[in-house]
Each structure stands twice: as C-alpha cells, then as structure tokens.
C-alpha cells in the first residue's frame, strides 16, 4: 500500500510489465475499496429489471480477465467451450441477472484474486518485449498485448464507476 501511487519496479517483473502491474494493483485496490462492506444484498441490487448488480460487475471482472489470459497468452480466440463457461459474466445481461446472485463479497474478492494471481505468474515468465506484440484485434486492427492489458484494467475502472453509481443509487433509495 505504501507504494500504490507509484509506478515502479515490481520484484519478479520486468519494467514495461511493472509499469502494467503498477496500474491494475492501483485500480483494484480502488476497486475492492468499493465494494468489501458491501453485504450480499446489496451486492445483488439492482435498480431497475434491466440493470446490473455490483455483484454481476464484479463477476464481469473476474471473467474478463480471465478471457483476456487466454487471448493474450495462448494467442487465440476463446473456444465456444470458454466463453459458455464464463459467461454469463463476460456478456452480463439477464442471464446474469438471473445467475449471479446470491454470493457473499469474499465470493468475488476470492474469483478477483485468483485470476490475478494467474495474471501476475505469467507476466513474471514473460519478456517485457512481450507486450509490444501486435496481432489483429477487434475490427482486424492491429493491438499488442500492452493495450489489450490495458483494456483489461480500464474496463474495470469504467465498471467500478458504475459499482459508485449503484452504491449512491441504494443510498438514496435507503433514504425514501
């Protein structure tokens, strides 16, 4: 915690990949600040037939960074196999209104940890050359694994703004 606005060497890491690490250990402590009082209730608000919970965005998470393990490491598109195991994470929706609820904040705080811990294990056996790779991405652009590590921290900081909007939404509504 005491190095967390610093972006910096990490032991084990080379410096591009320290300079990642440094970003996401950053939004996910933001992140899991948000969220670790919450109750399973709360986790499981939803403030209209159409929303999603914070519980939902948590899985979200989890699961997009896990897809994002397999495009970038092993370099290749998710098997339909894949995909139906995380989802209804990775797409949200209702089917994930109608499947993820019911857990506890240690529930999803335990999915976070363990991908990361993935994440972080490979990028320790990885040459920060790596990250510069380009392959075709989204609309057959080109993207390097930088970017597309990158996307994997910024769509959780884009959803951990929405987990601030639904806690303010139940706050208000608590207030009624």
Avoid: C
């Avoid at 976070?112 to 994440?119: D, G, I, P, S």
């Amino acid at each position: 915690m005491e190095t967390l606005y610093l972006i910096d060497q990490k032991a084990g890491l080379g410096l591009e990949f320290s300079k990642l690490v440094s970003m996401m250990n950053y939004t996910r402590v933001t992140t899991i600040d948000a969220v670790r009082e919450l109750t399973m209730e709360e986790l499981d608000f939803l403030y209209d037939d159409q929303a999603n919970s914070i519980g939902m965005l948590l899985a979200h998470m989890a699961d997009v960074e896990k897809a994002y393990q397999i495009i970038s490491f092993e370099s290749r598109d998710l098997t339909d196999e894949e995909v139906n195991r995380l989802n209804p994470g990775l797409d949200l929706g209702s089917s994930a209104r109608e499947q993820i609820k019911g857990n506890t904040i240690d529930y999803y705080l335990d999915r976070l940890t363990e991908v990361r811990n993935t994440t972080i294990k490979m990028f320790k056996t990885l040459p920060d050359e790596w990250l510069f790779e380009q392959t075709p991405f989204w609309w057959n652009r080109p993207a390097n694994n930088y970017f597309k590590w990158f996307h994997v921290f910024e769509d959780e900081l884009s959803h951990r703004g929405q987990i601030r909007i639904i806690k303010k939404m139940m706050s208000k509504r608590n207030e009624s």
